[in-house]
């Protein structure tokens, strides 16, 4: 979109996501449908072992929990972390089956090691390369973020992020990041040659 239409242009994520507006994207049909779209795509890309078998899978940027409920009619159990209070407060409402945690992604999660099956984000990674206050480095925050969520999946567990990169110089930072926080992979483009419909899946 243009530049203004973005919206970490608007407020850092805690903020822009208030009361109205969280209750706004939770009812709205569109919104339900992208986000429903994007996790099943998201857990697809997970490739996870077909054994019937619940996982237990990381919803890192949950908000009010559209995508974790993707997550529970697929099967598996969820914990989701969020920066918005008012987000969270609309995914107790609602009752999802996924635990919830008020948190900035961005200062690295204190989770016991090698214990999840997997992670999945939709559109909210590209939030941590904001700079929102003075004290924050999008390099640093990029680092913690990756290096906790390294640590927290099972050997050969996957993460499966959805972004929406501003420039190429974003999703390379993005990427180059976790590689070196010890992923291998990259990005997948879904519907490359379309601006409107083109996804990444990193």
């Known amino acids: 979109g243009r530049h203004g239409d973005r919206p970490e242009h608007t407020a850092p994520p805690e903020l822009f996501y208030d009361g109205e507006e969280s209750r706004k994207y939770t009812s709205s049909s569109r919104v339900i449908d992208i986000q429903r779209r994007l996790t099943e795509r998201a857990l697809e890309l997970l490739a996870l072992p077909d054994d019937d078998e619940p996982k237990l899978l990381l919803d890192l940027g949950c908000g009010s929990g559209l995508s974790g409920e ?24 609602k009752e999802v089956e996924g635990d919830l945690c008020h948190h900035d992604l961005g200062h690295g999660m204190c989770l016991r090691p090698g214990v999840f ?21 999008p390099r640093r925050r990029l680092k913690r973020f990756f290096d906790s969520l390294y640590r927290c999946l099972a050997r050969g567990a996957r993460a499966v992020l959805q972004i929406y990169p501003e420039t190429p110089e974003q999703a390379e930072l993005i990427t180059t990041t976790a590689m070196r926080s010890g992923f291998a992979g990259g990005l997948v483009v879904d519907y490359p040659n379309s ?3 083109k996804k990444y899946f990193l």
């Open 195 to 197: 601006t409107r419909a």
């Open 70 to 93: 993707a997550i529970t009619e697929a099967g598996h159990v969820w914990t989701g972390f969020d920066i918005s209070p008012h987000m969270l407060e609309v995914a107790q409402e």
């Open 117 to 137: 099956d997997g992670a999945i984000s939709i559109s909210a990674v590209q939030w941590l390369c904001n700079a929102d206050r003075s004290s924050h480095n």
